[in-house]
């Protein structure tokens, strides 16, 4: 059973007419809920702004070191929202696609962890 769209985006705000590397299309039935939404968007903020400080750090010429540590700073705090993402879509989204037989679900859940493990 597939959702109804209205412009191209599914009652949820999503849109799941994206493009894979595999060759079957499909959309998702159950809902996309993100109840850590507001923890994600602030660690890619705490991501940006250490971001933004090492593009200032290697304009103003600083040691090597610190501009290393720091994107070691922004590599962790993404590191950490893609972990909260696949956390919610473990928890929410598979588990609601395994219970409605979407198998395909699974299957791209295993390619982006794949390119996010990269």
């Known amino acids: 059973m597939h959702q109804p769209k209205e412009n ?56 090597c070191s610190e501009v290393l540590i720091q994107l070691a700073a922004v590599r962790a705090a993404i590191d950490n929202a893609g972990k909260e993402i696949l956390k919610e879509h473990i928890t929410h989204c598979i588990v609601d696609a395994v219970e409605e037989g979407d198998d395909d679900a699974i299957f791209d859940l295993c390619e982006a962890i794949d390119k996010f493990m990269k």
């Open 8 to 63: 191209g985006l599914s009652l949820h705000g999503h849109d799941h007419e994206h493009s894979h590397d595999h060759d079957h299309e499909h959309t998702h039935s159950h809902p996309h809920v993100h109840a850590n939404k507001k923890a994600v968007a602030n660690r890619l903020a705490r991501a940006i702004g250490h971001l933004s400080k090492v593009k200032r750090m290697v304009e103003e010429d600083c040691d």
